[in-house]
Nanobody, 127 residues
Framework: VQLQASGGGLVQAGGSLTLSCATSGLTFSRYIVGWFRQGPGKEHEFVAA????????SYADSVKGRFTISRDNAKNTVYLQMNSVKPEDTAVYYC?????????????????????WGQGTLVTVSS
């Protein structure tokens, strides 16, 4: 199983960026996928998650209204559209996959509930 996060880079505050999490080696349509991040000197933080069908989504309060998570089951990929980014969004963003067709927003926010992880992609927001 592999998860490959990409799309990070340097962006100005107020700008936009789209991250991708491409997966292989799993039955993608049976997995919940979540995005987490870790900023410099900070703890790991939940960002967003999406159910296996794509119908259920959840977001951290800090990104609600600015970030949108989506998935394309035909491409085995999850996306994180980041709009109106802020300097405090600077972090390494990484994705995880959890095998479950039952979606619980609270469970999707816990890193310990995920089965697989990808490496991170760095997002730097300049002020």
């Amino acid at each position: 199983v592999q998860l490959q996060a990409s799309g990070g880079g340097l962006v100005q505050a107020g700008g936009s960026l789209t991250l991708s999490c491409a997966t292989s080696g799993l039955t993608f349509s049976r997995y919940i996928v979540g995005w987490f991040r870790q900023g410099p000197g900070k703890e790991h933080e939940f960002v967003a998650a999406i159910s296996s069908s794509g119908i259920g989504t959840s977001y951290a309060d800090s990104v609600k209204g600015r970030f949108t998570i989506s998935r394309d089951n035909a491409k085995n990929t999850v996306y994180l559209q980041m709009n109106s980014v802020k300097p405090e969004d600077t972090a390494v963003y990484y994705c995880g996959a959890r095998r479950s067709t039952y979606y619980s927003a609270s469970a999707s926010q816990q890193r310990t509930n995920y089965d697989y992880w990808g490496q991170g992609t760095l997002v730097t927001v300049s002020s």
